[in-house]
């Protein structure tokens, strides 16, 4: 998920409101710690083969699997690199019983002294024990047939992150919520990138003692992604995040040839001149270019209106599902201009009478336009944001950012609804 602005907004885009991100998963990373401790210890699994499948490809501006097209209805689950086999089980089954083909999860934790448990606790220094939960993550998805996408870095400072990297070499404080000048030196100082390539190697050659496979040999692993929601708001030509986008996309290929390679980004078009947010420069992110770089296999999306000042309350005449139902249009044009398929990998929409979603009945036809769109407009895939399950002591795991869904929950829950719309839309989509 996108985290939200900070304080300094130019005074063309309306500042986003709610709660940000830094709150909602630093809180769930203390809920993390609180469970693994809580939770027995995993008893040593002897190593079993995933069952084997195909590699996803991309070819003419779609997936392809076994010679035919590709599509999945999928969602996000971040947490799945930090939590006790039980949740993951939970949480990789209920995707199962859905029909859901693809989760994204997280696959970095930088830096020691945090309250999760890091894989990489300082540069160039791996934590063994602290990869059990990403290698188990892989061999039950391995298992139920479902495919992952594994981001390499967060953009945010949630588990580390750019301010991490930026922290251990320059010793400069975060200002990813400001004007960014500290933050994207990641992209450029030769130190960083040199640690980022070391851990992109060190994930993609990593062997999972649970299926005996390295990373970069499982078909389980769909793609792997340079970074989460990638911005360089110091830049707004687009030139440094293009430059650093085009060296590690061909270096994460080199390292695993066989599975794709996205960007990770939420598709902002860093046109010079646009008012609207999304469209204009102000992220220094520039969409097509990316997209059309010979190392990133399919194009990435992410809509949030609410977050993004695309409402009523910011601009009068605006409704966030029709400018997310555009949004997504637009960017299967230009996918297909581009010949390069299209995921929109994260989508949500909160609860919230003063953004425009009065009740879970005025946000469910909000994704069912959304989903409707990304079905007819020919899009590979979709990945709502997100899918949870059930806690180690039985309870469901909170709804800190209100975008929370579940699947075995009863009639009462508020996002049962939402749950069934995207089990039936993941059989439409893979023509099931």
């Not at 409704?319 to 390069?340: C, E, F, M, S, Y």
């Amino acid at each position: 998920m996108n985290a939200l602005f900070g304080s300094a907004e130019p005074t063309t885009y309306p500042a986003p409101t709610g709660p940000s991100r830094r709150a909602l998963l630093g809180a769930a990373a203390a809920v993390t710690l609180t469970a693994a401790a809580a939770a027995p210890a995993a008893a040593a699994t002897p190593a079993q083969q995933p069952r084997r499948s195909a590699f996803v490809t991309a070819r003419d501006g779609e997936l392809r699997l076994n010679g035919a097209p590709f599509r999945f209805g999928g969602t996000n689950c971040y947490y799945l690199h930090q939590q006790s086999h039980y949740m993951i089980d939970a949480v990789l089954d209920d995707a199962a019983a859905m029909g859901l083909g693809v989760v994204r999860a997280w696959a970095f934790a930088d830096g020691s002294g945090q309250s999760y448990r890091p894989l990489q606790p300082s540069p160039y220094r791996y934590d063994e024990q602290a990869f059990d939960s990403l290698d188990y993550a892989v061999h039950k998805a391995g298992q139920l047939g479902l495919r992952l996408v594994l981001p390499l870095v967060n953009n945010w400072p949630d588990y580390g992150g750019m301010r991490q990297y930026v922290q251990w070499f320059l010793g400069l404080p975060d200002d990813s919520y400001g004007d960014g000048t500290n933050h994207d030196r990641f992209y450029t100082d030769p130190n960083i990138k040199a640690c980022y390539r070391a851990w992109a190697r060190q994930l993609t050659q990593r062997r999972n003692p649970y299926t005996g496979l390295r990373y970069c040999e499982d078909p389980t692993v769909m793609a792997f992604e340079l970074a989460n929601e990638p911005r360089c708001r110091s830049d707004k030509s687009g030139a440094t995040l293009l430059a650093w986008a085009a060296e590690m996309s061909a270096h994460v290929k080199s390292l695993a040839p066989r599975q794709l390679v996205a960007v990770g980004d939420e598709g902002f078009y860093g046109e010079a001149g646009r008012a609207d947010y999304p469209y204009s420069d102000y992220e220094g992110t520039p969409w097509r270019k990316l997209v059309a770089l010979p190392a990133v296999d399919y194009a990435t999306v992410h809509v949030y209106p609410q977050n993004w000042g695309e409402t009523s309350g910011s601009k009068p005449g605006t409704d966030p599902v029709a400018w997310g139902t555009r949004w997504i249009q637009d960017h299967l044009a230009d996918a297909r201009a581009l010949g390069k398929p299209l995921v929109v990998e994260e989508f949500g929409l909160q609860v919230d009478p003063a953004r425009d979603v009065p009740d879970a009945d005025a946000r469910d036809r909000g994704y069912r336009a959304w989903t409707d769109a990304v079905l007819a407009g020919g899009a590979a895939g979709d990945q709502f944001w997100l899918l949870t399950s059930r806690v180690d002591d039985g309870s469901f795991y909170p709804d800190y950012d209100g975008h929370r869904i579940v699947w075995n929950a009863d009639a009462a829950n508020p996002s049962r609804t939402a749950a069934q719309l995207f089990a039936a839309h993941a059989r439409a989509m893979s023509g099931s």
